[in-house]
């Protein structure tokens, strides 16, 4: 929640209602798919067990549904011919995606090891404070303001994380 008052507060852009509700739709959307795939990949290694399912499986499994959700997209929006003219006129477009797509495999396969040997929980929080901190860095380096309510979602999110880091180290400290 404060992830997202952040980044809707941060916006100071006067472009389309339309494009505003869209864009809030996806970040929701997002949001929900998010929190949904730790925990599903987390019971996936509950129920086969972690030394059962490696992180290329799971790989095979996102990678596939992404590419199928995409190229639909593409099909139903009738974008295909203007990705094709796109690379056509730009070819060296095709070097950046396959770095991405390294880059990208790369950062999964963390991914997948740190929800497989720690869970859903402790990467979602190291994701948050990742997001958090680049945000904020952005803002510095590049001299966005950043509004009232932004910094508010910017206290919410930082409050949580160390609310939680907090009640962990104080549960380990008495239970020793």
């Known amino acids: 929640v404060g992830v997202a008052v952040f980044s809707v507060a941060s916006k100071s852009s006067d472009s389309d209602n339309d494009t505003q509700i869209i864009g809030l739709l996806f970040m929701c959307m997002y949001i929900c798919f998010d929190c949904f795939t730790s925990q599903w990949q987390d019971k996936l290694y509950m129920k086969y067990g972690r030394a059962n399912v490696d992180a290329y499986q799971m790989m095979l499994g996102v990678n596939s549904s992404a590419i199928l959700m995409t190229t639909s997209g593409l099909i139903l929006g009738g974008d295909i011919p203007k990705v094709i003219e796109f690379f056509k006129a730009n070819p060296s477009v095709l070097q950046y995606n396959i770095i991405t797509a390294i880059t990208s495999a790369t950062g999964q396969l963390f991914i997948y090891t740190t929800i497989k040997e720690f869970g859903p929980i402790v990467f ?53």
């Not at 860095?137 to 907090?166: N, T």
């Open 124 to 176: 979602t929080v190291i994701m948050t404070t990742r997001q958090m901190i680049s945000i904020c860095i952005s803002a510095i380096v590049f001299q966005h303001p950043i509004s009232i309510k932004a910094l508010c979602g910017a206290v919410i999110v930082f409050g949580v994380l160390f609310y939680q880091i907090r009640r962990k180290y104080l549960a380990r400290k008495n239970s020793n």
